[in-house]
């Protein structure tokens, strides 16, 4: 095993590297990966709105390039160093979602499914990180149509104190060579990169205060995310 880490390395001109030092060259690597599929995202979003031949709306064509400049952002931090600029607010939980629906509407289309939203749990407002949110949402309805679809469901309802988000799949997924025409554009998911968008769920949830988890069954894939709330008393 040893062996093989060394080979590769050596390959990447990494073989003067200390060996103390190996274990940061693979947590870079990751992170590194993480700001580039955080980036892949909005692109995607902008590629669709493109080349849907209808007037894309201007609202979302703001949001999706202020995700692609926060993940640029955090991209040019980890590659020069320097801070991050997080606005740390009240976010309105529904409008999040339903942006983030929006986003992705046509490229469950693209893949023959649809998304629906359920929702329970009357007027919710946490405190965090708009961007960092809507980011973890994009990330788990682009694996739910992906890897699960066609149909996605989101439930959210509160659990005590804090609120729950449900995306879940039907676990019948069209396979690749079945689906309509996937725009090229579409490429810019990263073939081979896998696991990337799930640690920015959990990183997001984490900084949050809140938990994730992914279930699997053979009906499909639920991915569960708990956040912590602002009564209306802590408001402001």
Same mark, same amino acid.
Request: net charge positive.
């Given at each position: ?18 060996? &103390? ?70 976010? &309105? ?17 693209? &893949? ?46 509160? &659990? ?77």
């Amino acid at each position: 095993m040893g062996r093989r880490v060394r080979s590769f390395l050596a390959d990447k001109g990494e073989r003067s590297a200390p060996l &103390a030092l190996w274990p940061r060259v693979w947590i870079s690597r990751t992170t590194l990966n993480e700001a580039l599929h955080e980036l892949r995202r909005p692109l995607q979003v902008l590629a669709l709105s493109g080349s849907a031949g209808t007037s894309p709306e201007p609202q979302r064509i703001e949001h999706s390039v202020q995700l692609a400049a926060s993940a640029l952002e955090r991209l040019d931090r980890e590659i020069n160093g320097g801070s991050t600029t997080v606005v740390w607010a009240p976010v &309105a939980v529904r409008p999040l979602l339903e942006a983030s629906l929006a986003r992705w509407r046509g490229r469950a289309a693209q &893949a023959g499914g649809k998304l629906e939203l359920r929702w329970r749990a009357g007027e919710v407002v946490l405190s965090g990180d708009h961007y960092g949110l809507s980011q973890a949402v994009d990330n788990l309805l682009v694996n739910a149509i992906e890897h699960g679809g066609p149909r996605v469901v989101v439930e959210v309802a509160r &659990a005590g104190a804090g609120l729950r988000v449900a995306i879940a799949d039907s676990g019948a997924a069209v396979p690749r060579g079945r689906q309509r025409r996937v725009l090229p554009a579409l490429r810019l998911a990263g073939r081979g990169r896998r696991g990337h968008g799930l640690r920015v769920v959990r990183r997001v949830a984490a900084a949050h205060g809140g938990s994730f988890e992914l279930r699997r069954s053979t009906r499909g894939s639920e991915a569960v995310l708990e956040l912590p709330v602002l009564e209306p008393t802590e408001r402001g």
